[in-house]
């Protein structure tokens, strides 16, 4: 199976996006990971006047755990599925929460202009067609200083852990997708996981973006190899 870029990828999420909520819902820690590696942001004073980039935020499970951990900040709001903006729009967010409709390498062409003083992004840089480009644009659109942690599944490059990524799948994600009618996107989320990088690989892809004091951190409980968050931050 190939993998579902751009518009198609766009368009797949459009059509899962009215279930997608009750699938996160029953995948155990979902949430409280997202919040784990939001608060990895290390933003002080719950980021107090920060303007903070939330990067493919889906239907605001993202957004959610950056209000959790920085309530008092921006926060812009950026996916590139309208379905799945549609719906994170609809619920109720504090007036400092604007979302808006973009791919995250279009950022400047959609009027999303920077700097920001934090970037988070969960579950994004595997769907990318160039995952380098959208790291040089996010760069770019970030202030001297700024902060920024990615959350995302990045096997950890021991070999038990595909096997045990793939079994989850074809014993939960993807019958639930079939189930759904969303097939071709579940297992595109199978599949961009096997063929994304390793922890260590995407650590140096954002060194090489330019993003110092970068780790990559692993997630507790059963994503403990298969979820990590990358934290760096932008010369000052």
């Not at 926060?75 to 729009?89: F, K, P, Y």
Request: charged share 20%; net charge neutral.
């Amino acid at each position: 199976m190939s993998l579902l870029r751009d518009d198609a990828l766009s368009t797949a999420f459009d059509h899962a996006a009215a279930r997608y909520d009750l699938l996160v819902a029953a995948s155990p820690g979902y949430h409280g990971h997202l919040r784990r590696s939001a608060r990895r942001l290390g933003l002080p004073d719950a980021g107090r006047g920060a303007r903070v980039l939330d990067l493919g935020c889906g239907t605001g499970a993202s957004t959610a755990a950056l209000l959790s951990a920085a309530g008092h900040a921006d926060i812009t709001a950026v996916d590139a599925s309208a379905g799945m903006l549609e719906r994170a729009a609809a619920k109720t967010w504090p007036p400092g929460v604007r979302f808006v409709h973009a791919a995250a390498e279009q950022l400047v062409a959609a009027g999303v202009d920077g700097p920001f003083d934090a970037v988070f992004a969960a579950y994004l840089f595997r769907n990318v067609t160039d995952p380098d480009a959208t790291l040089a644009a996010v760069r770019a659109a970030m202030a001297p200083g700024a902060r920024i942690a990615v959350h995302e599944y990045a096997l950890s490059g021991r070999p038990v852990h595909r096997p045990l990524w793939t079994a989850v799948c074809q014993a939960v994600i993807m019958p639930v997708g079939r189930a759904g009618g969303d097939t071709a996107l579940y297992e595109h989320l199978w599949r961009s996981v096997l063929d994304f990088d390793t922890a260590d690989a995407f650590a140096a892809r954002m060194r090489a973006a330019g993003f110092g004091d970068d780790r990559g951190l692993p997630l507790p409980g059963g994503q403990t190899g298969i979820t990590h968050t990358f934290v760096g931050r932008v010369a000052a």
